[in-house]
């Protein structure tokens, strides 16, 4: 994972506008293929190998792209429920 500002990131998502590259989020796969938003989401879950996860979601790609349109359009509401501070440890 790269913060869009990291210069390595620039070169992975060259090939998008500026103003796409910091719209949403994106999955860069080795193949250099990108997908963004909830498609990225579905992209991430067959990268860790979750195939039935995967498979599962991208039958309801339609309401995954709705539902990420639903927080990404009320991420300041959203944030403000969010604590502060660093993220809970999930792995040692």
Known sequence: MLPLEDESAGVLLAP???D???????????DGSISSRGAAGIG????????RAASAASRLEG??????SLVAEHRDK??????????????P
């Open 44 to 51: 991430l879950l067959d990268a860790l190998g979750l195939r």
């Open 16 to 18: 998008l506008p500026e």
């Open 78 to 91: 959203l944030g403000r429920v969010v604590p502060d501070g660093p993220a809970p440890l999930r792995f």
């Open 63 to 68: 309401p995954v792209e709705r539902l990420y």
């Open 20 to 30: 796409e590259r910091f719209a949403s989020w994106h999955l860069v796969r080795p």
